[in-house]
Every structure is written in C-alpha cells, then in structure tokens.
C-alpha cells in the first residue's frame, strides 16, 4: 500500500534544508510512499528539481495570499490529497499544523532542525499549543531535541532524532569529476586555503570569519580565505574586506554546484555560526577529509569531536577563532589526522542511506 505525504515548507532554495529534504525524497520507497511539496512562498528555485524525481510541487504563496487564505488552501489541499502523513518544516508548522488536524490528516509530523533566535514569547506561546498535539517531531541533533522538551513542552518519547545525512558516493564522484580552479585569483596550489560553505547571513558571522582571517594572516601571509554561498550580506562583507585591507585574499564564489572540487583544495574548513541545528557545511568538509574549526553552538559539538575531528571555539570570539585556525594550518600532522577521523565518522553517522532508513522508520511507528 503506498501513502501519500505531504512536506509543507517555507520556501525551495538552495539551502541545507532544501537539499536534505530533496535527498530524502528522491529515495524514498515509492512503492510505499508517494511524495508531495506544498511550498508557501513564491522561492521555488529547487521546484523543477522536485518535480523531475515524481514530487509535485504545488505553491501557496503565503505573502500574497495572507494567513487566513494559505491555512484555507491548505485545509482545501489536504482535502484534495488524502495523505496519510503531513510532515512540516519550521515556520509553515504553524499554519499545516491546525490545516492538518482541521482536515482531518491521520498523523502530523514536524521538522525542528534548530533552535531559532527570532520567537518571541508569542512564538512561545504558540508552540506550547501546537507542538504537544503532533504525532512527532523529528529533530537533527540532540540540542533542538532537549530545547524543545524545555522550552516547548513536547514529550520526550514523542521526539526522534534522525541526523542528516550526506552521500558519500556522489559526493566522491563530483570531487572526482570537476576540477576546481586552484590557481586563479592569486592562489597557487600549494597556498593554504581557509574555506566556509555559508550564506552571507546574520547568523552566519562571516563577519567574524573574516576579523579571525584578518588576525590570523600575519601567520599565515600565503594564506587564502575563501567564502562559498550567497546571501544578503555579501556586499556589507566585501566592503569589510576593503577596509581591513585583505580584499586581496578574500575570495567570494558565490553559490557554487562543483562544492565538492572546491573543498578538494581546501585546507580547512570553517563555521563560524552563533546559531545551528546541524551543520551540513560541516559533514561536507568531513566528508572531503578536511579538518574543521567550528564554533561551539547547536548540534556542532555532535559532529565535531574536540581534538579528534576537528577543534571548537566559543562562538563571538574572534581571536580564538584565528587562534584555531592557524593552529589547523600550521600543524600538517594533526590537520590529517582530523581529516582522517572525519571521513569515517561522516561514513558511520551522517551517511544518506542512515538518514533516509531512519526517517521511514518514523513513518512507519507514527502509522503503527
């Protein structure tokens, strides 16, 4: 018997969600489960993406529509569908959660995949209304699990952690088959390259990267900082790197589909985030055996063991973070030996095939 579920989400950009979310449906058991996206802006940019692997993408733009209409279309939808399972992403769970039970979907699920600095209290309130009402919530790190028991009041036995998950075959073959460009702007091969998978956010705090790069450069003067990603901040950023002179060193890709052939001339990788859930940049680099200086936030500290895999840092603190990171570049033996211990972490805990198995096993216990 195959059941239909629904994935309601905010928006289809190119983000770590979005990407997780594509690799799950595109294996799940469609002999089992057939996929739909209600998406509730206009940001479809990975639409045709769903679409091509059999996921129809139906838009409710909310910011048009307004609140009210986009719960009644939902409500309208979910009538149409029949699925069995709706299963919500962030902000949209307050709008799919009461369309949902209003319809009359047999189980609701909610994706909490950080803990988010804009609720207010009225946020709060709201979830402590709605959250205990939903058949599960799946969560990717044991930080947003115990954030959402505290502050939430959803039972423990309600919550199920299920890390995400990266392909590692896939990943191999594109390193494999691009060839990332190791020469241009100044860089020559054998330059080190500091490298962050980020969009130019708030809560990012390239900022910081980049007054840690400027700090630690006297250290390291053939050094390269590179900053792959987009985001609103980019040119606040670039003018920064102007103003403490190092424009020079400072390389902004942008988005980029070949992050894999970047990483291969990476010498390390950086997250310099105040706020995670769990950091996909992260399984990234260790996945392309890279060592990694992080900032002690989220569900970092779950991917990255201290002096293992990696080093962690308070986060804000600019001159430990360029303490770290020279420290990762100077001391080639220990830089290996977290590359090494990452890669096989990554194939122990954060594979895709570990991910999408755990996710259908939530399915199938909320169905019974």
Known sequence: ????????????????????LWQLVRRLDRARWQPYIACLSGDVAMASEFEEIGCPVLVIPRERAGKLRTLHRLWQLFRRLEPSIVHAFAYSCYLAIPAARFAGVPRVIVAERTVPPWKTRRHLWTDRALLP????AIVNSRNVLESLVARHGINRDRCSLVYNGIDLAEFDALQQEHTATGGQHGSRREDPVVCAVANAKEDKQLDLLIQAFAIAKPFLPSASLWIIGGGPLRDSLEKMTRSLKIEEQVVFWGARSD?????????VGVNSSRIEGLCNAIIEYMAAKLPVVATDVGGNPEIVVEGKTGLLVPSGN????????VRTVTDRSMADRFGLAGRRRVETHFSIQRMVAETQKVYDEVLG
């Open 1 to 20: 018997m195959s059941h239909r579920i629904v994935y309601v989400i905010g928006q289809l950009s190119i983000g770590g969600t979005e990407k997780q």
């Open 133 to 136: 009402r939903v058949d599960r």
């Open 259 to 267: 992050l894999p052939a970047l990483l291969r001339r990476a010498t």
């Open 318 to 325: 600019a001159q430990a973070l360029a303490g770290a990171i």
